[in-house]
Each structure stands twice: as structure tokens, then as C-alpha cells.
């Protein structure tokens, strides 16, 4: 009996010179990946009860084989697809226009043509927090002295004592009503 070979939910994102690709497939046994000038092949068991996964697509455009690289951890297996030729971003991902359901957009790498542009040299992204806060140093650092803040008098008006709440007559006009009819 021959095994049923499922597609693995991928997830992708791109820039103006790479493709960036999330195969989910946990506790992959020896995954067999191929790239193709213009493809890629995945095939691996994987999983909780170790199913075969294939994926076999054709892309919208042409990658660099030899400068693009491919990551695999216990959870996914990452790719980064250098185009051969940097330019537009990819209306799609694959050369075929039909909806594949295995396939998603990667929201957490995604970023728009227009801010890719904004994005500083060497393609990084402006965005990038984790960059941004190691580059403004520690939140330390600039934290003024705040120890005595509780020992200083001021004069603000909004420490004054509040005035009691008048008693509302309206309750008294309406027992008058009450006891008058």
C-alpha cells in the first residue's frame, strides 16, 4: 500500500532580492530538499505520527540556488530564496495562479513593496525592534533619578482636599409630593 503524502502548511513572505519560507513540520526524519532554478521539492516525515509531507512547486520566478540558504529545526524547516534578479515583488508566490490551501502568508516577515523600499542598506528592515533597542542602548540609561519623588512638596492644585457632596433636595421634594397626595 503506498502512503499517503500530505502537504505541509508553508508560510512565505518576500523582499525585492529573497523569498523567505516556513515549511511546518515538526520532527522532521532526514527531509530531502531540492531546489530548483525555478522549484522546490520537500519530501520528509514529520509530525506526531511521523507522516510522509511532500511539497513539489513551481515559482512565480527564478531563484539563485547556490546563494540560497535553508534552516531546519525541531519545529519547521526555514528556507531564504535569493532571486536570481531583484526587482518587483512577486504578485504571487507560485506560477500557478490557482489558491493552494497549504499556503500562507507569513505576516510576522512580511513587508509591504513600498516599506521595503524605506528599509536601510544591506535589505534590513526598518522595523526591526529587536535592532532598534540594542541600538538605543539600555532603558536605564536614560531613566532620570526617581527615589525622592514621594518626598517633594508641590503645589499642585490637584493634591488639595475634595469638598464633601452636598445632600440632594431632590429626594426630599419628592417625599413632600408623596406625603401631599
Known sequence: MTETRMHPSTRWAQRRDR????????DTENPSIVLK?????????????????????????????PE?????SARHIELVLKRKEPGDYWPRLLKD?????????????????????EAGEGGEDPRDLDQMLKDMGGINDAMPNMDD????????????EMPDLEEDKSDDKTEDTKEAS
Open 37 to 65: 532554478d525555478q522549484g522546490i521539492f520537500f519530501q520528509a516525515k514529520g509530525g506526531k505520527e511521523q507522516r510522509m509531507y511532500e511539497l513539489d512547486v513551481e515559482l512565480y520566478g527564478e531563484i539563485s540556488v
Open 97 to 117: 495562479k490557482a489558491k493552494q490551501h497549504y499556503l500562507k502568508i507569513d505576516f510576522n516577515k512580511w513587508v509591504d513593496e513600498d516599506d521595503d523600499e
Open 149 to 160: 519623588i514621594n518626598q517633594e512638596e508641590s503645589d499642585d492644585s490637584d493634591d488639595d
Open 68 to 72: 540560497s540558504k535553508q534552516h531546519i
Open 19 to 26: 523569498i523567505y519560507l516556513t515549511i511546518e513540520v515538526e
